[in-house]
């Protein structure tokens, strides 16, 4: 949305020293390529070379354009890389052109086959509808090379440029090269172990900044991790303009001064009253300050149309409260607008996704500023204005346990502007997303192998968040089929009495929990041994995840959210049985640092007559879990896999 907002950043050029001829224009594959294999005879696939090359370049019109130039080299060694790779699809862009675009392959022996322009294909992406282009290679077998190499021309990206260098396989050879006319001064910095870009030779009065070749082991992805943002990359941005004596074009204190007067308007009169209209209409009775911001978030989502179209009326609020149709621009308009014309303090929030790079509160870029959030300091809650799914209280879980750049509305005397202070989101604690489960089990009277069971799941936070905001929506035989499933996915072979569902309504949710009662039997549970009855009570609970780590964790672990499970289960044991391995029940794994409890799993019981009451609770206070306790972690998670598992044994009172 960024982007929206500014058509360019203008750069002060002057005439000197025109560039005689883009670095691309020289550069080329060898013409007898000798490149090194791995000597491992089980790696499937290696990347002998990969290198960028970008280039700010001014044209004689006294015009800037960037080049990027991307050469990669690899090595396949398995019928399934080489199927995976017998098509090298093309970047495409509508804002970019393809100048250069070549590609061949070297078979084991050495012959070089180049691949003819003819062999260059269309096909469209199913989902988005875009047209695609792709290399078909042919003749690839075991061992053979696949060289590509092609350049776009775009308009600058000054603001912020990731440059990827780590991925699953390993990569050998990896360089990378920026350069910019004499009078642009860029600044760097590397992440995950890339090596520190220096400034190199100049050529040509042209600034060269770059890395050396660097080889990368592969990183494979791991299961609860942050793949992207903990491989190798590197970021610039554009921070200086000698020529015209500016710096810190990319500071995000600049940014704020464009932002603020975008979002935060002076509207005339008539569109006020229709402002006000509207906010009225959206909070109806609500009363207090948080209700409001509940009911008004609700009727956005519910009323306005998220669309996305790229027209002006998208994010004209005139235009958005007459015809109730926004882009993402436009509905993070029309909620400042309304907060604003209702007088909640708020804040603008401006951060990345944790998932794909961690917004670094040292080195500011644009590449960290993707997503929006609001702020209400009274409440230290959040909304997310444009992912439609969510609703107050509980934002994208992975725009969270992240810092952003956060905008306050100031005013001085009769001048009102945007402050920007970097701040970290405090993320949901473990106790707003809880799972519940209240399961009271009895057996028929003259037949142990079936049981009775009176089953309650409450479900708040982000686990009721997938719908209960949309239960209204859903048919009849749909909420049937849903509450049903509960019960069906731990084992078909029951048979469920009755259903129902508490707190289904939208206005609920954040505040009472989305929750299923249902009553069920089944024979599916108990097995006869002799005289003794096996009851897999553990299998009630649902099938849980189970971790396994065959090679050595490499990765952080990162979850989406904190979270908690609550289990109580009970049950009457028959008359003239007891139960012979009680003890089983005892599971117990936790981590803590410094008294401060990061992840349980804990579960125990308690005999009183003839009444078994097992309780397991289970938590996860922190999102990120640096790898040296993974161990630590995947035991808490397995335990509840072993709880599953339990088998208590009926056997007759000795």
Known sequence: MIKNVFVCIVLFITATALAQKPIYKSYNWEKEPSFKVPEAKDEKIATLKHAVVAELYMDRKEELTEYFLEHEV?????????????????????????????????????????????KIFESKNEETGALVQYFALEGIEKGSIVEHIYVYERSPKINGNRISLQNYMPKNNVTFDLYAPSHLDYKFKSYNGAPEVTKMEDIE?????????????????????????????????LDGNTAAGTVGITSYSTLVKRLFPYYYPEHSKRTQRNIEKFAKDAIGNSKETEEKIRSLDRYIKSNVYLSDSGSDDAKDIDEILKNKVANET??????????????????????????????????????????????????NTYLSPTEYETRYGFPPPFLTDNYGLFIKKVKLGDYTSGVGEIKYIQPNTADQTVDNMLIDISFEKDNISKIIVDYTREMGGYYSSFIQ????????????ELMESFIKNINENVTINSKEIVNGKPELFGIKPFTIVLNYDSEAFVEKAGNKYLFKIGELISKQIEMYQESERVLDVEERHTRTYLRTITMEIPEGYEIANPDDINIKHEYSSNGEPFFSFHSHYKIEDNLLTITADEYYHKNKVDVSLYEEYRKVVNSAADFNKITLVLQPVQ
């Open 330 to 379: 436009g509905v993070l308009r029309l909620y400042i607008t309304l907060l604003t014309s209702l007088g909640i303090e708020h804040e603008m929030v401006i951060t990345s996704d944790r998932q794909h790079i961690k917004f670094d509160k040292n080195f500011e870029a644009y590449n960290f500023l993707s997503d929006f959030l609001i702020y209400f300091p009274e409440f």
């Open 205 to 237: 009065d042209r600034n060269h900044w770059g890395i050396t070749a660097t080889d990368f082991t592969g990183v494979a992805e791991e299961e609860v991790s942050a793949y992207w943002a903990s491989t190798a990359f590197l970021v610039y941005v």
């Open 74 to 118: 690899l090595w396949l060694n398995s019928n399934e890389k080489i199927e995976e790779y017998n098509k090298i699809y093309l970047p495409y862009s509508n804002t970019s052109k393809i100048v250069v675009n070549k590609a061949r392959v070297i078979s084991k022996d050495g012959k070089i086959t180049e691949i003819d322009p003819s």
């Open 469 to 480: 905001p949309f239960i209204h929506l859903v048919k009849k035989e749909d909420k049937d």
